[in-house]
């Protein structure tokens, strides 16, 4: 019976630098900066809705609206799903 051995990949042998990889950070372990990464763009996508939050700005009259006109508001993004959903 003959041995089938797998080809090899075109990209093996390209990446073959010695040394870190340039994800990892010396004297830290891959998975903390990973954890760090994350929670970094976490607290990034909360300060971006703290700061649409405030008097003025598009999320604040959104919510606005939303309270004023529960059923308006209702309407508009139902039409909006069909609208879009009938593009597809």
Do not use: C
Not at 1 to 24: A, C, L, R
Not at 31 to 42: F, G, H, L
């Amino acid at each position: 019976m003959p041995d089938f051995s797998d080809p090899p990949f075109i990209y093996e042998g390209v990446d073959n630098i010695p040394g870190e990889k340039p994800t990892e950070i010396p004297g830290k372990k891959p998975e903390s900066s990973v954890s760090d990464s994350v929670s970094r763009a976490i607290h990034a996508i909360q300060d971006t809705i703290d700061t649409a939050k405030k008097p003025g700005m598009p999320l604040s009259i959104l919510s606005n609206v939303a309270r004023e006109a529960p059923l308006g508001s209702l309407l508009v993004a139902f039409v909006l799903g069909i609208a879009i959903g009938r593009r597809r």
